[in-house]
T-cell receptor, first 113, second 110 residues
């Protein structure tokens, strides 16, 4: 186990609803990144948080937003859910350097119906 | 981040070595080469990373070409637990994000 925990593990929501996913990072890691993984695809970078500030964003609309807390845990919020938002959402914690490893959680499987 | 190219799938037999190739011809001088793998129903798992020199750890070895335009992940003795999708990623800069492609699906036969 990596020490990165995500909750919930599975979730079913209705189109148009809002959802909040949670992530507890590995001890000592102040950087948290979120990824979306559609079936059969590699994970796609949503955004990254460093010291409670957004520190980079991928090609995702503003209805995807996040927070990072003083203990470095993080939330991903998605508003106005669409069917295409159905995916595995992964959280990764790391130090803010390119020459270090990221630790991923098991993910939250979101199904939008 | 550098664009990487990997074969869609590869097959190996148990207890034999596996060489997983990756092309990254647009890599910059400061991009690290990372490998992650993803077992079914799990999040990605770090395997190894390097910059210029070959690297070894308890999981695998990473052989980086002298011109850095390609690299090879080496699993010295494949086990059934090594069956996974393997991702090669060129990453650099202070904004630590990983740009995943589709990866290589490794099948290990008993």
């Amino acid at each position: 186990e990596t020490g990165v925990t995500q909750s919930p593990t599975h979730l079913i929501k209705t189109r148009g609803q809002q959802v909040t996913l949670r992530c507890s990072s590995q001890s000592g890691h102040n950087t948290v990144s979120w990824y979306q993984q559609a079936l059969g695809q590699g994970p796609q970078f949503i955004f990254q948080y460093y010291r409670e500030e957004e520190n980079g964003r991928g090609n995702f609309p503003p209805r995807f937003s996040g927070l990072q807390f003083p203990n470095y845990s993080s939330e991903l919020n998605v508003n106005a859910l669409e069917l295409d938002d159905s995916a595995l959402y992964l959280c990764a914690s790391s130090l803010p350097r390119a020459n270090t490893e990221a630790f991923f959680g098991q993910g939250t499987r979101l199904t939008v119906v | 981040d550098a664009k990487t190219t990997q074969p869609n799938s590869m097959e190996s037999n148990e207890e034999e070595p596996v060489h997983l190739p990756c092309n990254h011809s647009t890599i910059s001088g400061t991009d690290y080469i990372h490998w992650y793998r993803q077992l079914p129903s799990q999040g990605p798992e770090y395997v190894i990373h390097g910059l210029t020199s070959n690297v070894n750890n308890r999981m695998a070895s990473l052989a980086i070409a002298e011109d850095r335009k390609s690299s090879t992940l080496i699993l010295h003795r494949a086990t059934l637990r090594d069956a996974a999708v393997y991702y090669c990623i060129g990453n650099g800069g202070s904004n630590y994000k990983l740009t995943f492609g589709k990866g290589t699906l490794l099948t290990v036969n008993p």
